[in-house]
């Protein structure tokens, strides 16, 4: 399916979800025509098109928070696309770094202030630990890990990697789920102590899509 099989709505558009390439987090949906897909896909720069100024923009022109597209992928429809991207500062006008930051609770009220948002999980559990870091909780496992430094992060990440291990020998399968758990968690927490975000980890590993795991290995 191309750009003339596009199933485009009658105002010549189809919707287009931006979502950061390495996080998979949602930063904004908007609108594209035609000549918004074509230039996108030749510069590499995320373009819309607006229905409030009816023209074409591109994101960032005026803000400098452009969005480097990686790839466009194209729903079964035909009527949305996706641009996987990597984004440069905020992505909503508000100056958040995502347009989905309210949620509606059971009743159908507004939520604000949420400072996870709509994000994927590993990114939610790295800013609960952010926010534990920056926290003064005595009683915060988390908080506690960080206290002690790497020593005891140390300690806990080889531990777990150790049980983890022992279930992949012989326990469960719900067993090892739950240590392989324990084990991201307390990886997490070991780029925290570091100040290293998911979003380097994840980059480091999707280098690796190409290359073979001895290839890999080889070029260290």
Known sequence: MGLNALNYDDQGLVSVVAREAQTGEVRMVA??????????????????????RQKLWKKGESSGN???????????????LIYLVDPKGPSCHTGANTCFFRELDSAGRLVEGSSVGAAPTLLRLERILRERQASTAERS??????????????????????????????????????EAGDVL??????????????????????????????QEKASR
């Open 66 to 80: 452009t969005m480097t597209v990686r790839e466009v992928w194209i729903d079964c429809d035909g009527d949305t």
């Open 31 to 52: 609108y594209a025509d035609r000549t918004a897909i074509e230039r996108t896909l030749k510069t590499s720069q995320a373009h819309f098109f607006s229905r409030t």
């Open 185 to 214: 968690y307390h990886l997490l927490v070991g780029l925290a102590l570091r100040n290293i975000s998911l979003r380097d980890l994840l980059a480091v590993l999707s280098k690796r899509f190409s290359k073979s795991g001895h």
């Open 141 to 178: 496992y988390t908080k506690s890990l960080l206290d002690g430094g790497p020593t005891k992060v140390d300690a806990k990440v080889r531990e777990e990697a150790e049980e983890l291990g022992q279930a992949l020998i012989g326990e469960s399968d719900d067993r090892v789920v739950s």
